[in-house]
């Protein structure tokens, strides 16, 4: 059976928003090994629509090799889009999904193969309120942002998180690997 993994970058005071924080070499390094790892990544709309940046540097390559090989590793992985006012997606990797959040997963989950992703704030609030994500991998820039949207701002029920391993990078962000526990 495949694990759901949610996996996302966040500001130490919880602010989960794409557009912040500070990637480096090693933390894009870090993502394209994770791709490799897995059969697919899911979005929603908006995180999708925010990841389309990265097909820029197939066309027009960066300077910086790791920012390069990320884009190369995006664009491979299957990408299964949720989406109410999407009509298609023209990346050639992604799909719109047929069925609705919980069935696809739960389809995904029973399949033999890789890892799933989940990539979009969205997403990883509703799936963990079904009880449906099997670990949570939340990468922490050593920032505070201040304003945006925060992770856990919506869960109104107590999820009870078990800590796996931890991975430091030297920018001093760090990766905290959580099986969920039943609760």
């Known amino acids: 059976m495949r694990k759901i993994i949610a996996a996302l970058n966040m500001t130490v005071d919880g602010i989960c928003d794409h557009t912040v924080g500070i990637p480096d070499v090693e933390i894009h390094q870090h993502y394209t090994e994770l791709l490799g790892q ?6 929603g709309k908006t995180t999708y629509q ?27 992985i299957p990408k299964i889009v949720f989406s109410h ?24 989950k029973q399949q033999s193969g890789e890892n799933i992703f989940i990539g979009s704030r969205s997403l990883i609030i509703q799936l963990l309120k079904l009880n449906l994500i099997d670990e949570l991998q939340l990468c922490i820039y050593p920032m505070v942002e201040g304003k945006g949207l925060a992770l856990f701002e919506e869960i109104y029920d107590r999820i009870i998180f078990k800590l796996v391993k931890t991975k430091i990078f030297n920018s001093g ?8 526990l039943l609760y």
């Open 38 to 43: 897995g059969d697919a990544i899911l979005y």
């Open 85 to 108: 006012t999407l009509k298609n997606v023209d990346w050639q990797s992604a799909t719109l999904a047929n069925n609705d959040l919980k069935e696809t997963v739960l389809e995904l």
């Open 173 to 180: 962000a760090i990766i905290l690997y959580y099986q969920l």
């Open 50 to 76: 925010l990841m389309e940046y990265w097909r820029t540097f197939l066309e027009n390559p960066s300077e910086e090799k790791s920012m390069n090989d990320f884009a190369t590793a995006i664009d491979r």
